[in-house]
């Protein structure tokens, strides 16, 4: 069974930083382009940051100038570093493959609140 972990969420204030995380018990990272999703209440799920086997990445307009993603593949690991934090950034995040993501993937998610 396929296991995606994300991890790293809280409360920041706005205009913070926190670096989320994302491992897998699997070696699916290995050439494979990997995406950071968001999901707040009422909305469907959202990519907003992918990264290529090479390392190429693409960030959503919402979020580009602010955050960034990078994969450790030794460590089957991709991170997202998230400043400049606003209140609409506050949702759960997770990590998939991307751009379509694999339903059987779907970890718990990460909370990221941002409150003053």
């Known amino acids: 069974q396929v296991q995606l972990v994300e991890s790293g969420g809280g409360s920041v204030p706005p205009g913070g930083s926190v670096t989320l995380k994302c491992t897998t018990s699997l070696n699916i990272f290995k050439g494979s382009t990997l995406g950071w999703y968001r999901q707040t209440p009422g909305r469907s799920r959202e990519l907003i940051a992918r990264?290529?086997?090479?390392?190429?990445?693409t960030l959503a307009d919402s979020v580009k100038g602010r955050f960034n993603v990078a994969r450790d593949n030794a460590k089957n690991s991709i991170s997202l570093q998230m400043n400049d934090l606003k209140p609409e950034d506050a949702a759960v995040y997770y990590c998939n493959i991307a751009p379509m993501p694999n339903p059987l993937y779907w970890g718990q998610g990460t909370r990221v609140n941002v409150v003053s």
């Open positions: 990264i290529t086997g090479t390392g190429s990445i």
